[in-house]
């Protein structure tokens, strides 16, 4: 689950009012971890599945499935 994966620290919704008048809303994840470099040999399984998750739920909230528009993932520093 994204909320209890070890690689997650915060999980909310923004939203901020566009132009238009409509909401854009936004689930904003927040990560301490660095996706690695896809030219770098390194594996890393977690944030591999943590990625698919992410995913999978832009491709729901892009298609009206969800409460929110997008997803976005930060990095905690």
Same mark, same amino acid.
């Given at each position: ?6 690689? @997650? %620290?915060? @999980? ?20 301490? *971890?660095?996706?690695?470099? =896809? +030219? ?14 992410? %995913?999978? +739920? ?6 009206? =499935?969800?409460?929110? *528009? ?8």
């Amino acid at each position: 689950m994204l909320v209890t994966h070890p690689y @997650v %620290q915060n @999980v909310h919704v923004e939203e901020a009012r566009l132009a238009d008048g409509t909401i854009d809303r936004v689930l904003i994840v927040e990560s301490k *971890k660095d996706k690695p470099s =896809f +030219l770098n040999a390194y594996n890393d399984n977690k944030m591999d599945e943590l990625v698919r998750q992410l %995913q999978s +739920l832009d491709t729901l909230a892009k298609n009206g =499935f969800a409460d929110f *528009k997008r997803v976005e993932i930060r990095e905690m520093h």
